[in-house]
T-cell receptor
Framework: GIQVEQSPPDLILQEGANSTLRCNFS?????LQWFHQNPWGQLINLFY???GTKQNGRLSATTVATERYSLLYISSSQTTDSGVYFC??????????FGKGTRLSVIA | DAGVIQSPRHEVTEMGQEVTLRCKPI?????LFWYRQTMMRGLELLIY????????DSGMPEDRFSAKMPNASFSTLKIQPSEPRDSAVYFC???????????FGQGTRLTVV
């Protein structure tokens, strides 16, 4: 099956810093989503982005489907951004396959 | 819309007992997914339904696990008998179409002692 690799596995940021999270996938996909799992365990859908670039406030995401990667940008990070960020991809009729996630800690 | 609703939020049970987890998908969504999250294996798909019909249950770990979707607004995941290694967070998600945004419930944290 398709492989989804996220990097870095862990990231510590000072409040206000910017960061880039990466998601590589091993085959072509028809769907890619980014999720944030907050410290209470809830999975929040950030972006549905099979290709192109989207922005939502301080967050933006870019997927280059032909090169099989996606990037999530976090600007001016805040402590509330802490948690685990997951990339998940869908290939054909196969439901979302998740990466292992990037654990982000933003310290004041 | 209330989103995907799961119950209970937390469940603690003794080994050997039956456990039933419940999920109400977002109204109008035609796909429903059950995922399990553990530290070791991350988020893994257990089973999914389309229009109440199970499509792929290859992720269900053992015969002790079963899932049903009797109607478009309700699904259950049952574990009988439960074992300590079943301890995990179980998520239900729904989507409109297979390649659309998936929305997750808040999860059920299951602890089997």
């Amino acid at each position: 099956g398709i492989q989804v690799e996220q990097s870095p596995p862990d990231l510590i940021l000072q409040e206000g810093a910017n960061s880039t999270l990466r998601c590589n996938f091993s085959d072509s996909v028809n769907n890619l989503q980014w999720f944030h799992q907050n410290p209470w365990g809830q999975l929040i859908n950030l972006f549905y982005i099979p290709s192109g670039t989207k922005q939502n406030g301080r967050l933006s995401a870019t997927t280059v489907a032909t090169e099989r990667y996606s990037l999530l940008y976090i600007s001016s990070s805040q402590t509330t951004d802490s948690g685990v960020y997951f990339c998940a991809v869908e290939q054909g009729n196969t439901p979302l396959v998740f990466g292992k996630g990037t654990r982000l800690s933003v310290i004041a | 819309d209330a989103g995907v609703i799961q119950s209970p939020r937390h469940e603690v049970t003794e080994m050997g007992q039956e456990v039933t987890l419940r999920c109400k998908p977002i109204s109008g969504h035609d796909y429903l997914f059950w995922y399990r999250q553990t530290m070791m294996r991350g988020l893994e798909l257990l089973i999914y339904f389309n229009n109440n019909v199970p499509i792929d249950d290859s992720g269900m770990p053992e015969d002790r696990f079963s899932a049903k979707m009797p109607n478009a607004s309700f699904s259950t995941l049952k574990i009988q008998p439960s074992e300590p290694r079943d301890s995990a967070v179980y998520f239900c998600a729904s989507s409109l179409g297979a390649s659309f945004k998936a929305f997750f419930g808040q999860g059920t944290r299951l602890t089997v002692v």
